[in-house]
């Protein structure tokens, strides 16, 4: 199974943090960092620039 699709219904709540670690064959605190370490990148902040008239 893809592990996106795992943690994806982990941060959905259809499946238990206990389940997706058993899933993906890791224990608790590993899965919390996987978890974080998952988490998109929040978008740049683009310039605001000036419109010359």
Do not use: H, W
């Not at 259809?14 to 370490?37: K, M, P, T, Y």
């Amino acid at each position: 199974m893809d592990k996106r699709k795992v943690i994806a219904a982990y941060r959905r709540g259809l499946i238990s943090s206990q389940e997706c670690a058993q899933i993906l064959g890791l224990d608790n605190q590993d899965l919390l960092g996987f978890v974080r370490d998952t988490l998109p990148e929040p978008p740049m902040k683009l310039r605001k620039q000036s419109v010359r008239s």
